[in-house]
């Protein structure tokens, strides 16, 4: 009964670059989210997506990243042209429904930007 | 929009010596609040959630929390620290009515010492 399944859990990337993490979401859960934690502070939203949708994605930067959650396969967020202010770990989770419950987290990917 | 302050970045406490970490939250309706832990270099784990059913909540390893509307605080306790315990903790209020979104804390860093 695996849960939240990130990969990779490192990723370097040049500036420039293209970084595409990748979240596959607790068996049964159809609701995914995607966090940054940035060094020393606490985690922010960025995008809440159900299959095939984009439900809310108030916390995204307005350029150069991307959120999907396809029908088949794993959600994957896409940071194109990356710069070194990407550097963080970004999360994932996932519940079963919407509504004020709790989110079962990934161990994250830890991004790195030379 | 909802908020939470942890009014600790760092706390250190003896092993065998209670636990405090301290939160409050803003928010505009009744909330959904959430403890969670961190440890290093890894994702987040549930310690226990309030759901607006009773007020002292129990959750895994022996913490508890304790609702108080009139005070807009919910404060994590632990009669008897563990050097596992040592991490990070996140107090998280849901975003919304919906719970659709997460807002973190800044996180405390707990320290145990021997």
């Known amino acids: 009964n695996a849960g939240v399944m990130q990969n990779p859990r490192h990723l370097v990337r040049r500036r420039g670059q293209e970084a595409r993490l990748r979240c596959s979401p607790m068996?049964?859960?159809?609701?995914v989210y995607w966090y940054r934690q940035l060094p020393e502070e606490g985690l922010k939203f960025m995008v809440y997506l159900q299959k095939e949708n984009i439900i809310d994605e108030s916390g995204m930067p307005k350029e150069r990243f991307s959120a999907e959650f396809p029908k088949e396969g794993p959600s994957i967020l896409r940071i194109q042209q990356v710069v070194r202010g990407d550097s963080a770990a970004y999360f994932c989770?996932?519940?079963?429904?919407?509504?004020?419950?709790?989110?079962?987290f990934g161990d994250g990917t830890r991004l790195s930007i030379l | 929009a909802q908020s939470v302050t942890q009014l600790d970045s760092h706390v250190s406490v003896s092993e065998g010596t209670p636990v405090l970490l301290r939160c409050n939250y803003s928010?505009?309706?009744?909330?959904?609040l959430f403890w969670y832990v961190q440890h290093p270099n890894k994702g987040l784990q549930l310690l226990l959630k309030?759901?607006?059913?009773?007020?002292l909540v129990k959750g895994i390893n022996g913490f508890e929390a304790e609702f108080k509307k009139s005070e807009t605080s919910f404060h994590l306790t632990k009669p008897s620290a563990h050097m596992s315990d040592a991490a990070e903790y996140f107090c998280?209020?849901?975003?919304?009515?919906?719970?659709?979104?997460?807002?973190f804390g800044a996180g405390t860093i707990l320290r145990v010492k021997s």
């Open positions: 928010s505009s309706y009744s909330p959904s």
């Open positions: 989770a996932s519940s079963p429904s919407a509504g004020p419950q709790p989110q079962h």
């Open positions: 068996k049964g859960h159809s609701h």
């Open positions: 309030y759901t607006s059913a009773a007020t």
């Open positions: 998280v209020v849901s975003d919304t009515e919906y719970g659709n979104k997460l807002v």
